[in-house]
């Protein structure tokens, strides 16, 4: 029984009705056509109109071409399934990613589900989106290389190839009746080359090259595959080599097919046979039941009753690394990476993610087998419109069961750069941390520069230097000058004990205290010594000896008592 609904959600059966048929397609074409006439006991032909739905069993059909005359309709309706055309995914989802989010990105929202058969793996898709969804379907079948099948129930199976696989087989000119026949074999080719990653390449020639020749067709060349057991099925599957044949059938014995079905034909005008499959069935109503009408085989699978896979010819190059590159894409994302795999494991990559605000780079090597343990590094470049930020970090885990470790980067603002390099040990003993910071702060007119050593038992040491337009400080709890030392300003605050050789100081020296002589050291004497043209004097001018002897242009007072008694006068008057 066939029901119309109309745009007002009226809904009344369809009774009076001819020529129905619904033919279904391989490449997920699924159309009703039928012909209403007005009739007392017809309530529903008054509502077939344009877009409105019909329906069948569990299947809706939206009417889209429409013939009216004289109390009779002709129409031509689609699946409802096609009404996604006017469904939009307005994001972009492009990138590397399974078949499954790929779909569950293209079903959001529209009330109709997916299920996959055998349809698995990464693709990459740039720029997927921004379309209707039966475009984007139609684009990840063609990269995914699958077909789909319209469900009841608002559902849609997606399978590298829809319809069963029930070996039958048909023999042309004996259990085949034949309504239409077509062969072609200008696209018959029987050898084929493929190259792959690392250098693959293989050849594979078709069992049929004995009969036809050899006839070459185009390279296949994929670089995600391999190995030669990855690309040898895709060789045999790309090369075409038999005729291609349409035939259309009667119902006899193929009432029980389904859309994509593989069958045997066995074509013996040229000698061959091969699998074909039901491309299209027609059916149509009788006795309130849907029989199939007629069913269309063609073949687009190259298959042979020979056993191909014992009669291959291949020259295989191989290499056992692999390396994947990968680029995901979304509205607010863009990722590209190349990946290195040792067997399963990955051992390095490196990536980059741009955003509307930032732009990553990473490189990175990932337990790397050294002879005294595992080392695993990565380096690291973000760049904002504000900061650009470098790190480079390395970690070896060595056999002892000590790890070493060490990590440096570079901050750099429009008016500030930092540097930072840090190392550390972590063994039995503890932690050892060494640590070298260098700041340049233009904004506050500010350099400064910090070294830090942690040892084992917790003990801290930390050096600085600081400088700034008005001055310069060092703190440490050893500072060593060697060399010549220039000072041109005052020295100031508490200098502490000054430990030196000799001193040479060639302008004023001024002693808040006493000035002492320890003594002579390597056998000289201790004294004060002048030049011929120095002398020692106070604030008046006085030559000062001690405090009871003074003397000023070539007079010497003497004050209090003198004792000459240790002395030799000479020249006396």
């Known amino acids: 029984m066939l029901y119309v609904t109309d745009l007002n959600g009226n809904t009344e059966p369809l009774n009076h009705i001819q020529r129905v048929e619904i033919n279904e397609e391989v490449n997920g074409a699924f159309t009703l056509a039928l012909t209403s006439f007005f009739h007392a006991n017809n309530p529903g032909h008054a509502l077939i109109e344009e877009e409105s739905v019909i329906h069948t069993g569990d299947y809706d059909f939206r009417v889209k071409q429409l013939k009216e005359n004289k109390g009779r309709k002709e129409i031509i309706a689609l699946s409802t399934f096609f009404d996604?055309?006017?469904h939009r995914q307005d994001d972009i989802y492009g990138g590397t990613r399974t078949f499954n989010e790929f779909a569950s990105f293209v079903f959001a929202g529209t009330g109709w589900t997916f299920e996959s058969v055998d349809v698995s793996g990464s693709q990459f898709i740039p720029n997927f989106g921004t379309d209707n969804?039966?475009?984007?379907?139609?684009?990840?079948?063609?990269?995914?290389e699958c077909e789909y099948k319209i469900l009841p129930g608002n559902r849609v199976q997606f399978a590298k190839q829809i319809g069963?696989?029930?070996?039958?087989?048909?023999?042309?000119?004996?259990?085949?009746?034949?309504?239409?026949?077509?062969?072609?074999?200008?696209?018959?080719?029987?050898?084929?080359?493929g190259f792959g990653g690392n250098g693959l390449a293989i050849t594979y020639t078709s069992p049929y090259a004995e009969k036809y020749g050899e006839i070459e067709a185009g390279p296949l060349e994929n670089e995600d595959y391999f190995t030669a057991d990855?690309?040898?099925?895709?060789?045999?599957e790309e090369l075409q080599d038999y005729p291609d044949v349409t035939i259309e059938l009667d119902s006899i014995e193929l009432t029980d097919k389904e859309v994509g079905e593989r069958v045997w034909l066995i074509y013996e005008p040229m000698d061959i046979e091969f699998q074909t499959r039901v491309m299209s069935k027609k059916s149509t109503i009788r006795n309130d039941k849907w029989v199939t009408l007629s069913v269309t085989i063609g073949n687009t699978v190259p298959r042979s009753l020979s056993d191909i896979l014992t009669d291959v010819n291949i020259n295989i190059d191989e290499n056992n690394k692999r390396t994947k590159s990968r680029i995901e894409q979304?509205?607010?994302?863009?990722?590209?990476a190349v990946e290195r795999f040792a067997g399963e494991m990955l051992e390095a990559y490196s990536k980059i993610e741009l955003t509307a605000d930032e732009i990553r780079q990473e490189v990175a090597v990932i337990n790397r087998e050294l002879e005294e343990g595992i080392e695993n590094s990565n380096s690291l470049i973000s760049q904002t419109a504000t900061q650009i930020r470098q790190e480079v970090n390395t970690e070896?885990?060595?056999?002892?069961?000590?790890?070493?470790?060490?990590?440096?980067?570079i901050t750099q603002l429009a008016s500030q750069v930092s540097i930072k390099a840090d190392s550390s040990t972590v063994s039995a003993l503890g932690t050892r941390?060494?640590?070298?910071?260098?700041?340049?702060?233009?904004?506050?007119?500010?350099?400064?520069?910090?070294?830090?050593?942690?040892?084992?038992?917790g003990n801290t040491i930390v050096s600085m230097i600081n400088q700034t337009p008005s001055y310069v400080e060092i703190n440490a709890s050893k500072i060593n000058l060697v060399g010549a030392v220039t000072v041109l300003s005052d020295i100031s605050g508490n200098l502490g004990t000054i430990t030196a050789g000799n001193i040479n100081i060639w302008e004023s020296l001024y002693v808040g205290a006493g000035l002492y002589l320890r003594g002579g050291a390597g056998g000289n004497y201790t004294g004060i010594y002048f030049g011929s043209?120095?002398?020692?004097?106070?604030?008046?001018?006085?030559?000062?000896?001690?405090?009871?002897?003074?003397?000023?242009?070539?007079?010497?007072?003497f004050t209090g008592k003198v004792d000459f008694s240790r002395a030799e006068v000479v020249g006396l008057k």
């Open 133 to 144: 969804v039966i475009k984007l379907i139609t684009a990840l079948c063609k990269v995914y």
């Open 84 to 86: 996604l055309v006017g």
């Open 396 to 409: 070896v885990r060595r056999v002892d069961g000590r790890v070493d470790s060490a990590n440096s980067s």
């Open 433 to 457: 941390v060494n640590s070298v910071e260098w700041n340049l702060d233009a904004a506050n007119a500010q350099i400064s520069q910090k070294v830090s050593q942690t040892d084992y038992n």
């Open 164 to 193: 069963p696989d029930n070996d039958a087989q048909y023999r042309y000119g004996h259990n085949v009746q034949t309504l239409s026949k077509s062969v072609d074999t200008t696209n018959l080719r029987t050898v084929i080359k």
């Open 230 to 236: 990855e690309m040898l099925p895709v060789l045999k």
């Open 533 to 557: 043209t120095q002398i020692m004097q106070d604030s008046s001018g006085w030559l000062v000896y001690t405090g009871g002897m003074r003397g000023r242009n070539a007079v010497m007072e």
């Open 330 to 336: 979304t509205n607010d994302r863009i990722e590209l």
